[in-house]
């Protein structure tokens, strides 16, 4: 009997076990995509989780990865029923091929690039979540924000430490969304761009 109703998949591996995650309406396979999360914690279930997190808008690469999900799924379906049925060897051998460049392009789409995922990091490493900050209901937004000054200001943290420079980039990224969220774009712009310097020269991008 066809499964009805919807169920988490397409997942992007974040920072301290963190993900992006899609709830698609399911009719035997994930059909629509819904919404996707950032996820912080799952409970597994026997046909689907349940997550705690934010819902954040459509992710493209949690959405692409979840149908190829789909795809290999019934790719090996039809691998199988090939093997069963005796079929000439190639076409065997070429739907193995298709499977692996399939799973190939779910394992590239869970990684988000390097620049991305540093920018996680460095997010992680001073407010223990990766979230864009976009992303936020504003006042999840404004306590995260005030935990960055209040880390600032305290100073504690060696700022030649990757920490001291992530705290530094946060309060950029945080500083332009709080620009935008108040319509002053140009300042938003000004305040982004100087995190893109600091992301820069942690990856050791050319100036």
């Not at 692409?64 to 790719?75: D, H, K, R, T």
């Not at 992680?124 to 935990?147: C, I, K």
């Not at 060696?158 to 002053?184: H, I, P």
Request: charged share 20%.
């Amino acid at each position: 009997m066809a499964r009805i109703g919807t169920r988490f998949c397409g997942e992007i591996g974040l920072p301290g076990g963190h993900s992006i995650q899609t709830k698609f309406f399911v009719l035997g396979a994930s059909l629509i995509p819904l919404e996707s999360f950032y996820v912080m914690k799952e409970s597994p279930g026997f046909f689907s989780s349940s997550v705690q997190g934010l819902p954040i808008p459509l992710h493209g690469r949690s959405v692409l990865a979840g149908y190829l999900e789909v795809v290999i799924g019934i790719g090996l379906i039809v691998c199988l029923i090939a093997v069963c049925a005796g079929d000439g060897w190639i076409q065997r051998g070429l739907g193995i091929v298709a499977v692996i460049v399939l799973f190939a392009a779910v394992v590239k789409l869970r990684s988000e690039g390097p620049r991305v995922e540093m920018h996680r990091a460095m997010l992680h490493e001073v407010l223990g979540m990766s979230a864009d900050p976009h992303w936020l209901p504003q006042d999840t937004f404004d306590r995260a924000y005030a935990n960055l000054i209040r880390l600032d200001e305290e100073g504690a943290i060696e700022k030649r430490s990757f920490r001291g420079v992530s705290l530094a980039y946060a309060l950029w990224a945080y500083g332009g969304d709080s620009m935008r969220r108040q319509g002053n774009h140009e300042r938003s712009t000004e305040w982004c761009s100087k995190a893109n310097r600091i992301l820069d020269a942690v990856l050791g991008a050319p100036k």
